[in-house]
């Protein structure tokens, strides 16, 4: 049976590569980002989006080792084909290569065209020819050299700011990140930053070794009961992230089905850039009975804390530590972290328990607001949490519910089910109490923090045929306490619908439209009391990408919003053409795109194509262009370069920015230089 | 014989006062979000009368929707439906209330097919009585009608209160007319979708939707979404020989939840010739 699948294999594979005349286009971060990433609303939210693609793509690509955790994180496949997948992968030994999938029952064409843009098979019987950036995708060992410099002066930098506000280093941001892996069991990762004005200095007494930002960590798998074993900086993924972790949240954008359902990875080292949200310590899992694992971990990670006498005020995530007044903020308390969580794992059952228990050096206290109340207050909190998923031909259940200690209740509940062959359909539930609290959640919701919440969210896709496809969602939902910028229980709703037409393989064309409802406060003009009053919030984006020879392909895209409170109404749009060239080890890319804004509540956040392992959602704010070169040379199948310069010009002000980073003048230039050495 | 005498002690059964005058009622259709303009079954009598032209057999049915924590809310309500030869006719009442305000309806439908559109219209007489204020009654007629596009695709609309008598003439208190559009697309032999909108004169624009999935014929799962008011729904249904059980709940965010089961049982005789 199996030289027969290897002989069809090659011949299918040999009579697709000659007939190919577009070679498939390597993902991108921009194109990920496209594809599952929804539209950020703040921008947080969008910096956070960012980070989550880069982790993606540092994910391990190759099909054969890819466990079902790390083939959910991409959000595309359903739970019943990656059951299918990993069945047959069990069956039949590993992949001898991707067009291997079509094998599977659930798998057709496209959706194995989508897979392989994420995925590839190493040592494949038959290798499809490989443009220079999937080489560097699939090359597991490298090393990275970035650059960042922004022309123009920020008043950070100027003479004439207060000296203790001026910042201490170089106007660059320069990094270095190395990853290695050896025989597919052993990584190490390293990352070393320095964000513009941040000086580096040898001071371990203040625990900086050098560069402000130190990161990395070591892992081992799969060493017989030792499934895994990190030292350095992790991230632990459990259930549906109401406790900590919850996989990469790209926000409410494409997958509007399977992406409702959080991967429960466990473990996972951090190779994000964010110097917040990762536990510093060692961290195992064991294999303690045929079906069941244990994950215990440790952290002792310093945060940045605004400090009084005795206690923290607030956590600020920032990571900027540049002037003698953020200097003090720098690792001022310590944040500790154990835990325990048991994962019992056969057929379709999946079910897990988790405890664990933050200890902060200081205690942290707040100015007291209206909308804070239920914050969290004190040195040390507990978090315990249960979660289940089960998986049924086409039905996928999933649950989870946690308490913090002290606080309150939280439970998300949801279904995915595939109605038809062509109906896809989710339903998720969830309450999350005022005053549940988790540093490290990251569970599906409205806010980026699960708390305060209920509602009820259906989303569904819809295939018409292999061309055209339609999904959307719908969500409902409630907030009983108040929120910032939101002083009364508040009632909201958004949804969204999304229609693409692929006519072919190259062409793609589709339309979004999204509405969301929520309520703010409006400025009371002589009495502290507030009102509030619900807002309206609609986004479209309409976008076409084509590739008119092999080597040209173009893009279009006309994004813009409309904001109304109270009878008001303001506007948002922004045009944006791109041009990418491939000749061979040469890539350029150009954007020149307009925005014109009538205020903060319409900005638009358009994804942009970024060296490798970084990602740039730039916002458009006010009047004005900006353009956008990217050129990648590869000197050699082990050195590549790359080179962006980006210009933003405003034309309805005079100042960039606010505060420290201000810059003078309505032109803004950045450039940006990275080399990766791949061996 | 039996049918006509059915009909009456049915009818007469209750007395007939005050009433609100939309009528969304039925577990099925509150499972799907209240998108009641394009099904066909017994509680067409309250929703799109036009619904009643298809049922083939005779139906009756009845229902109480609680309101969770305030029993004044409540309703109850009762049809029947009988395929004859000229067309179908239905009848039903209806009670929303407690002793001190409520409302009752008496309401008399018949619907008919022509080619591929059926057109019903209802006639009923609604009582309101407010305890210290009095009793008005007035009479009031509702039209719908649903065409059949294509087998999977349905169109259906129905004008509630079509020519808006008044209650009060010193208020100025007409009963509102409503215009509701909807349509109903059958995506497998297994799932229908439904999305309507609705404009009642001086309010926002409700939009529904509603998809239900029948398992083996016997189990039935719906799920519905309102928005203006925002609402969800859910329910389940039971379909076994003559009996259709339904029970259905609404959700509205911020105020609570509405609970419903309905009894139907088809009678015995097939329709006549």
């Known amino acids: 049976m199996r030289p027969i699948i290897l002989i069809i294999i090659c011949i299918t594979a040999a009579t697709t590569t000659v007939a190919q005349e577009y070679p498939r286009p390597e993902i991108t971060t921009e194109q990920l980002a496209e594809e599952l990433a929804g539209v950020p609303s703040t921008d947080e939210a969008a910096e956070a989006i960012e980070e989550n693609i880069v982790q993606l793509l540092s994910l391990p690509t190759d099909l054969n080792t890819a466990t079902g955790d790390d083939l959910m994180a991409y959000g595309i496949l359903s739970p019943q084909q990656i059951q299918d997948l990993l069945t047959y992968r069990t069956q039949h030994g590993d992949f001898l290569s991707i067009y291997e999938l079509q ?62 506000q001026q910042f201490r280093g170089s106007a660059a941001r320069r990094s270095l990140r190395v990853r290695t892996i050896r025989k597919g069991n052993l990584r190490a990762g390293l990352l070393a930053e320095n964000d513009p004005g941040e000086s580096a200095h040898w001071h371990p007494g203040n625990r900086q070794y050098g560069p402000d930002h130190l990161s990395g960590y070591l892992q081992l798998q799969r060493r017989g009961r030792l499934q895994q074993l990190v030292l350095g900086d992790y991230q632990f993924h459990f259930g549906q992230g109401l406790v900590t972790g919850g996989g990469f949240n790209l926000g409410r954008g494409n997958e509007t089905v399977t992406a409702v359902q959080r991967n429960a990875g466990g473990l996972r080292p951090y190779t994000a850039a964010q110097e917040t949200g990762f536990l510093r310590g060692m961290a195992t899992t064991l294999a303690i009975y045929p079906h069941t694992t244990a994950t215990t971990f440790f952290s002792r990670a310093p945060r940045d804390g605004n400090l009084t006498d005795t206690a923290t005020t607030s956590l600020p995530t920032t990571g900027l530590h540049r002037n003698t007044r953020e ?222 020879t092999r080597m040209l392909r173009l893009k279009t895209r006309l994004q813009g919003s409309c904001y109304s409170l109270t009878g008001s109404t303001t506007h948002g749009i922004a045009v944006a053409q791109d041009v990418r060239l491939d000749c061979g080890p040469l890539t350029i890319t150009a954007r020149y795109a307009l925005f014109n804004t009538d205020d903060y509540d319409n900005r638009q956040y358009l994804y942009e194509n970024d060296v490798w392992l970084a990602s740039a959602v730039p916002m458009y704010d006010g009047q004005g262009v900006r353009n956008v070169l990217l050129i990648e040379y590869a000197f050699t199948r082990h050195l590549r370069s790359w080179l962006r310069y980006a210009h933003t010009r405003y034309l309805d002000r005079d100042e960039i920015g606010t505060g420290l980073d201000a810059i003078k003048g309505p032109a803004r230039n950045e450039i940006k230089i990275q080399v990766a050495i791949t061996f | 014989m039996k049918k006509p005498l059915l009909l009456l002690v049915v009818a007469w059964s209750y007395h007939a006062c005050a009433q609100s005058s939309i009528t969304d009622i039925g577990a099925r259709a509150q499972g799907l979000g209240y998108t009641a303009s394009c099904l066909s079954d017994a509680w067409s009598t309250l929703n799109n009368p036009a619904g009643l032209a298809k049922q083939r057999k005779p139906v009756a049915a009845c229902t109480y929707d609680a309101f969770a924590g305030f029993s004044p809310f409540n309703r109850l309500a009762a049809v029947v439906a009988v395929p004859t030869s000229a067309g179908t006719i239905g009848a039903g009442v209806y009670r929303f209330g407690d002793n001190l305000y409520n409302e009752h309806l008496l309401t008399a439908a018949f619907a008919n097919t022509l080619g591929i559109a059926s057109l019903g219209g209802r006639i009923h007489y609604i009582q309101y009585h407010a305890d210290g204020l009095g009793t008005r009654g007035l009479i009031s007629i509702s039209v719908g009608g649903i065409t059949q596009l294509t087998p999977a695709l349905l169109v259906g609309a129905y004008i509630n209160n079509l020519f808006q008598p008044t209650v009060d003439r010193e208020n100025n208190e007409q009963l509102p007319t409503r215009l509701t559009l909807g349509t109903g697309i059958t995506l497998s032999e297994n799932v229908l979708w439904t999305a309507e909108a609705t404009q009642d004169l001086g309010q926002a624009t409700t939009w529904k939707t509603g998809l239900e999935y029948t398992v083996q014929q016997t189990f039935i799962f719906r799920v519905g979404v309102n928005l203006s008011p925002d609402a969800y729904f859910a329910g389940m249904g039971f379909r076994r020989q003559r009996f259709l059980l339904d029970y259905a709940f609404q959700h509205l965010p911020g105020l609570g939840m509405r609970h419903q089961a309905t009894v139907g049982y088809y009678l015995s005789q097939p329709t006549t010739p």
């Not at chain 1, 190493?122 to 022309?151: D, F, I, K, N």
């Not at chain 1, 998300?412 to 549940?436: E, N």
């Open chain 1, 327 to 548: 200097l003090t903020t720098r690792y001022a308390l310590q944040q500790t972290t154990g835990g325990t969580s048991v994962r019992y794992q056969r057929g379709r059952l999946d079910a897990g328990a988790l405890y664990t228990y933050t200890h902060f050096s200081l205690p942290v206290t707040r100015v007291a607001t209206p909308y804070n109340q239920f914050y969290f207050t004190g040195s040390h909190y507990q978090n315990v949490s249960l979660h289940l998923r089960c998986t049924y031909t086409h039905l996928a259940v999933f649950a989870e519910v946690a308490r913090s200690f002290p606080g309150g209740l939280a439970h998300v509940a949801g279904m995915l089910v595939s109605l038809t062959p062509a109906l896809d359909v989710a339903i998720v539930h969830r309450r999350y109490a005022s005053d549940y609290y988790t540093l490290q959640g990251n569970a599906f919701g409205q806010s980026s923090q699960p708390r305060n919440e209920s509602g009820l969210y259906t989303g569904w896709k819809y295939r018409f045929n292999r061309r055209v496809s339609a999904c959307g969602y719908m969500d409902l939902f409630r907030f009983p306490s108040l929120r910032y910028r939101s002083y009364t229980p508040a009632n909201g709703h958004e949804w969204f619908i999304r229609i693409s037409y692929q006519p072919v393989k190259t062409t793609t064309l589709f339309a979004q439209l999204r509405e969301e409802v929520n309520t703010r406060n409006l400025s009371a003009l002589d009495t502290s009391l507030y009102r509030t009053s619900a807002g309206t919030k609609r986004n479209y984006i309409l976008a076409c990408d084509y590739a008119v």
């Open chain 1, 103 to 164: 094998a599977i029952p659930g798998f057709d064409l496209p959706t194995l065209y989508h897979l392989a843009h994420y995925l590839h098979v190493a040592h494949p019987a038959a290798m499809p020819a490989l443009t220079p950036r999937e080489a560097l995708r699939q090359q597991e060992s490298y090393v990275l050299m970035r650059y960042e410099h922004v022309l123009e002066t920020r008043n950070g930098f100027r003479d004439d700011t207060p000296p203790d």
